[in-house]
T-cell receptor, first 116, second 109 residues
Framework: GAVVSQHPSWVICKSGTSVKIECRSLDFQATTMFWYRQFPKQSLMLMAT?????????EQGVEKDKFLINHASLTLSTLTVTSAHPEDSSFYIC????????????FGNGTRLTVT | GQNIDQPTEMTATEGAIVQINCTYQTSGFNGLFWYQQHAGEAPTFLSY??LDGLEEKGRFSSFLSRSKGYSYLLLKELQMKDSASYLCAVLDSNYQLIWGAGTKLIIKP
């Protein structure tokens, strides 16, 4: 089955530093990847749609200068949380569709970010 | 606006059957997904319905009624490992996924 790999699984960083999260599609090409954020006991919130070779599309209320997305190849998208603050602590999950627009999303294992 | 409703929490007994309901109001419809999410983990795909009726997959079945804007996930022969959150998500006319808040299912021995 389609596999999406996300790294790191967890990271602890100090306030003011930046953190990069990688998302790879291991056995399929993904022109589009989706970055989600999930706070405890809440549902998934789409942050942005990453597009290979072009700019990401950000959801309303998500700061594009704070959450930098790069989709340089058909199998890799990265999310960089810049100048992290404690309120950025959350569970970040990437996903991609190996098939068409109505095919299921496959998720990476998520990254637990804790900013101290 | 677009909205998906599902119960916040349900409790069931090991070996029993439980039905998790999902109702939706969206701009168009291109299918409904059910995902399972264990605590601290990413969601995993369970089922996809785009036509009315029941789709059975082992112990899990999913039903859809487009005219009623309604779906349910049926879990049979419950096992302790089925304790998780179950997320309902609808693909709207723009192929955007609209997510429900999830139903936390607690299985008791």
């Amino acid at each position: 089955g389609a596999v999406v790999s996300q790294h790191p699984s967890w990271v602890i960083c100090k306030s003011g530093t930046s953190v990069k999260i990688e998302c790879r599609s291991l056995d399929f090409q993904a022109t589009t990847m989706f970055w989600y954020r999930q706070f405890p006991k809440q549902s998934l919130m789409l942050m942005a749609t990453s597009n290979e070779g072009s700019k990401a599309t950000y959801e309303q209320g998500v700061e594009k200068d704070k959450f930098l997305i790069n989709h340089a190849s058909l199998t890799l998208s990265t999310l960089t949380v810049t100048s992290a603050h404690p309120e950025d602590s959350s569970f970040y999950i990437c996903s991609a569709r190996p098939g068409g627009e109505n095919s299921p999303l496959h998720f990476g294992n998520g990254t637990r970010l804790t900013v101290t | 606006g677009q909205n998906i409703d599902q119960p916040t929490e349900m409790t069931a007994t090991e070996g029993a059957i439980v039905q998790i309901n999902c109702t939706y109001q969206t701009s168009g419809f291109n299918g409904l997904f059910w995902y399972q999410q264990h605590a601290g983990e990413a969601p995993t795909f369970l089922s996809y319905n785009v036509l009315d009726g029941l789709e059975e997959k082992g112990r899990f079945s999913s039903f859809l009624s487009r005219s009623k804007g309604y779906s349910y996930l049926l879990l049979k022969e419950l096992q302790m490992k089925d304790s998780a959150s179950y997320l309902c998500a609808v693909l709207d006319s723009n192929y955007q996924l609209i997510w429900g808040a999830g139903t936390k299912l607690i299985i008791k021995p």
